[in-house]
């Protein structure tokens, strides 16, 4: 059931991201093209003029990224369609991890998206061979650290999802307006984390750097704000939920 | 064992109360009519029964059980809204239904929706309100349900509509399960009811046969009903009686 669930989400989610990861793409070929074509090695006002509509369609695309996640949470379960999705012979903890799964795989769509936009600079660019030689010198012993920070990464992207899902969980239950609500939990939420993450820190002793030996740390600690968010999310949708 | 059954149960929004107090058991095999006036808690009863909404007091049990994935599973529900996302097609959200609900019964919805003239490839969002309405019922009773839940069938469209609707109700339910329609439009559905539940600000007033509503108090249930809520007569539309 998960499976179909994330197969529904993942369909509702892609018809609005798929159009803007496809103009960064065709972006990225367009000013590798143009760069190659007009062998640009300053910053001429074409190549700003590039620079600056990637770096806005970039910014974009991550924008619309956060808004499709909340959305989904919201208009999917919050609203109308919450009245199919809750009616569903279905848990509201598979609801949830399926809500979950789909926009951590989209947001990890769009990390990917902006990396190969930038593929085609090196393809035309000249730079693959620079890319093979790094990749034949490349040191494996920076594999455990590498697929340590993508461990991190990923739980800090499933962490902020949940701290989002945890605020409209709570702001639903208002009876006025479940929108401001939701916010005014959102920051709750990040004040309460914040002074806990530093008291954390405090008392265990850590830098706060996660480039550094305190990477375990960090992964744990996001892992406990998932596990604690949606224990949040899970009863608060179960025992209280409160469609209008 | 009794299909639905409700004991002391309360609902509040704050400080307004929309169920105060509701002692219910709902049997096997029926069509019953919750009537009320707008605002006299039949959403509500609805919406905790389905699981959409928690009791603030007291007891509900589908089934033998309290709302959760089993009820969920024999009850088929028709809210008074539209629930389905704008990107779906009517085949996205046949093939929904089919992939969460075991008892749906694809063919026949298909068969309908062309009886409608409504291609499963149209967008639900570009079908006329009218249509969408009209999938949205074919969807709910396509399914082998032990429970319906009709949330309002009939309020807000034409007669035509209104007699479609009640046919597709009355054709397709599945007979060893229940049907609980609420409404405030009574003349239209009087005659398909097997029990009558009246409620009124949260409280339920009767729960008793139709027949012998009628026999008791010598009028249609549409009469009564006009008269138990005088000042809602207006809300009710049409004046047949």
Known sequence: ?244 | MELVTCSHLQKAYGKETALKDVNLQIGRGKIIGLLGPNGSGKTTLIKILNGLLQPTKGDVKVNGKIPGVDSKAIISYLPDKMYFADWMKVSDLLDFFEDFYKDFDRQKAESMCKSLGVSIKDKMKKLSKGNKEKVQLTLVMCRKAQLYLLDEPIAGVDPAARDFILDTILNNYNEEGTVLISTHLIADIEKIMDEVILIKSGEILKHVSADDLREQSGKSIDAMFREMFHADNYIGGDFTC
């Open chain 1, 1 to 244: 059931m998960l499976g179909k669930l994330i197969k529904y989400d993942i369909k509702a989610m892609s018809k609005i991201i798929v159009p803007f990861w496809a103009a960064l793409l065709i972006l990225g070929w367009v000013i590798a093209i143009q760069n190659h074509f007009r062998k640009v090695t300053q910053f001429s006002t074409m190549n700003v003029l590039m620079i600056v509509i990637a770096i806005v369609i970039i910014t974009a695309v991550f924008v619309m990224n956060i808004v499709i996640v909340i959305q989904r949470f919201w208009r999917g379960l919050l609203k109308e369609e919450g009245y199919l999705m809750f009616t569903l012979p279905i848990s509201a903890r598979n609801l949830i991890f399926s809500k979950l799964i789909s926009a951590l795989l989209i947001s990890l769509g769009t990390v990917f998206v902006i990396i190969f936009m930038f593929l085609p600079w090196i393809l035309i660019g000249g730079d693959l061979k620079n890319l093979i030689f790094a990749f034949r010198n490349f040191d494996f012993n920076n594999v455990k650290w590498m697929i340590s920070v993508i461990a991190i990464v990923i739980a800090e992207i499933a962490s902020s999802i949940y701290h989002v899902y945890a605020a409209m969980a709570i702001g639903q239950l208002s009876n006025r307006n479940r929108f401001l609500f939701s916010f005014a939990a959102f920051i709750a939420i990040s004040i309460i984390q914040s002074i806990l993450s530093v008291l954390a820190m405090d008392v265990l002793g850590f830098e706060g750097n996660v480039f550094e030996d305190d990477k375990l740390f960090y992964l744990i600690v996001s892992v406990i704000q998932c596990v604690i968010y949606h224990i949040i999310t899970e009863y608060l949708l179960s025992r209280k939920l409160n469609l209008e």
